[in-house]
Structures are given as C-alpha cells and as structure tokens.
C-alpha cells in the first residue's frame, strides 16, 4: 500500500475512528512489526468530553467492588472512583455485611488529555482509592481502645501544631511478638512466619494474615514479605504498611486491563515495550518532512503552554529563583511569565 496514500490529513479527519483525537496535518504514520500503520500519539490533538471520557472508561476492565466514574462540573470533567465497601468503623449494632457506597477524590481531566494518560489517571485514581481502603484495614489495639494510625483522616494541621505529641521518642529494643500482638488487619490477628538480619542494617520479616474474608481478597491467608533498615517497632510497623500498600497496588497492577490489555501487568515484556517506544519516536523512523515538523512544534508549544498554572507568576518566579535560575530552558513556552527574545 501506498505510505502517501496513507496519510491522515485535515482533509480525511472525519474517517479517523475516534471523533475526540484527530492526528494534525501531515502526521507521520510509522508500521510496526505486524504491519500495521499508526500515528504515535504525540502527533493527535485530543479534544476530550464527557461523552468521549465515558467512551475510555467502558473499556476498562477492573475489580467489581471498584469502579471510576465520570462527572462534569462548569464544564470540568473530572474521575471519580465509587467503592462499595464494608464500614472500616462498624459498631456493635451494624451488620457485619452491611455495605457502604464510598467515592473518593476527584481527578480533573484536561480537555487535551492523551487518552493514554486518561486511562493512566483512572489507574491511579483505583490504586489511591484501595490505598486508602488499606491504611484503614490496619488497626492497633491499645490499653484504652483500637486506632487506625495509619488512616488518611487524621487531623494534620492538629498534628502539626502539636508536633511532639507524635514525634517519635527513643525506643528499646523491638518485642516482635508483642508488637504483633496488637495488630489487626481486616479485624483479623497476622502471625511472626521468620525473620532474618541480613546485615546489621537490615532485616528482612515474613508475616502471616490470618483474614480469609477480606473484600480486598488478595489479603486473604497472605503472607507478607517486607525489608526494614530500621529495627524498631515504629520502624518495622511502617515496613508492614508499606508491604501491605505495594500488595494492594501490585494486584491493581495485575487487574486493571484497558480494551483486553494488562498494561502495567508482569505479561508485559519490558523490553518490547521500550523497543515499540523507539520505533514510535525514532527521528529516523518518522522522517517528518518540515511542514510535519513546524506543526508538530505548534501541537507541542500548544499543549505545554496551556499547562501552566494560572495566576502563579510570583510563586513560579520564585521557585526558580531558588534554584538560581531566571529563564527555564524552555521559557519560549510560558510567553506570558517570560519576555519572549
């Protein structure tokens, strides 16, 4: 087939397949390895809306209990994920498979958003979320009562103003069975499996959960292995967690698929995707000739510099200032903040 003939171009836009990303003006189109043809995504403008944003997220695959949502408001379009989840505080009084309709932070989407980053965002919106949903799960039990410590809830600006209420104080040397002993995780005890002290800065700790009705069911009967430099309780508690957070986000790593595709799963041959990578932005393999060039510089200088935050000169300004710079490499961009030369 003809490359020429090929070539999308303002005047074929409306065979493109998706109406919210058209490549520009004499795109290149580079054939991969099957033979097919593409435009890499650098060289499509994206005008997204919530119609189009609907149309991403109906072909994103993830857990059931889990699942992002698209809202607009004054005309932002922003993800919300929903999550229908047991009450991390039940009382006494509540069923224990009573459910509660959750939704977590909004994450604004940008009209000119690369789909790819689209799907990304709802990938990132479901690992906060289940974070959250983690660091609640964990609970310490102490003489007067059980806390969440590890909660996204607690008061910071409180904390702040109290400082050493919660600053750590010199701590003996770690009981690791009776540390454990006031810990729970999904209302259920976690077992000591081994320790090992790999060197005298590091240790190395296998803990057994003893859950089997986690809704996060990647938690159920799982043993967690994790690394701490820093041989204390408070030290080991904050390993715990962080193991516990890298398992959550590892399955939504495995999980979350868009249109059949495990991105950021372990079928994913690394190097394969670096090769497609090269093939996609290769100076060689796209041969722009210098119209493709003037408007691929054009979509760029669009996209950056509609990005830069507005009413924030002084504070940028001043941010450089303190690295001891007054033009970015790149101030041609930010004509507003920077006299062009």
Not at 79 to 100: E, G, I, M, R
Not at 177 to 194: I, K
Not at 265 to 279: D, M, P, Q, T, Y
């Amino acid at each position: 087939m003809n490359r020429q003939t090929m070539r999308p171009s303002s005047n074929n836009n409306e065979k493109w397949p998706n109406s919210y990303e058209q490549p520009i003006s004499y795109a290149p189109l580079v054939q991969l390895a099957n033979n097919n043809w593409v435009v890499p995504q650098h060289f499509l403008r994206y005008k997204h809306t919530l119609t189009s944003v609907n149309e991403v997220l109906e072909k994103i695959k993830f857990s059931a209990h889990f699942t992002v949502l698209a809202a607009q408001k004054d005309n932002q379009i922003y993800l919300q994920v929903a999550v229908l989840s047991p009450d991390n505080y039940q009382t006494n009084t509540q069923s224990p498979d009573a459910k509660k309709l959750l939704f977590g932070r909004r994450w604004y989407v940008e009209e000119n958003l690369p789909t790819s980053e689209l799907i990304q965002t709802a990938f990132l919106a479901l690992k906060i979320a289940r974070e959250h949903e983690v660091r609640e799960l964990f609970q310490f039990k102490h003489r007067h009562g059980t806390s969440t410590p590890f909660n996204n809830h607690h008061d910071l600006p409180l904390m702040a103003d109290n400082a050493a209420l919660v600053h750590l104080s010199d701590e003996d040397d770690i009981d690791i069975h009776t540390l454990l002993s006031h810990c729970l995780f999904a209302g259920e005890a976690l077992e000591l499996v081994s320790v090992q002290n790999i060197d005298p800065t590091c240790w190395v700790y296998r803990v057994q959960l003893m859950c089997s009705e986690c809704q996060l069911s990647e938690f159920n009967n799982a043993s967690i292995t994790f690394l701490v430099t820093d041989n204390t309780s408070n030290g080991f508690l904050h390993g715990l967690m962080n193991a516990l957070v890298d398992k959550s986000n590892e399955y939504v790593s495995e999980q979350f698929s868009y249109a059949g595709l495990t991105r950021f799963g372990r079928c994913i041959a690394v190097e394969k995707v670096g090769e497609l990578s090269i093939k996609l932005r290769s100076h060689n393999t796209l041969q722009l000739c210098s119209l493709g060039k003037q408007n691929a510089n054009q979509l760029n200088f669009e996209i950056d510099s509609a990005r830069v935050p507005q009413g924030c000169d002084s504070e940028i300004t001043g941010f450089l200032a303190a690295h001891g710079i007054e033009r970015p490499e790149n101030a041609h961009l930010y004509s507003k903040q920077f006299k062009v030369d």
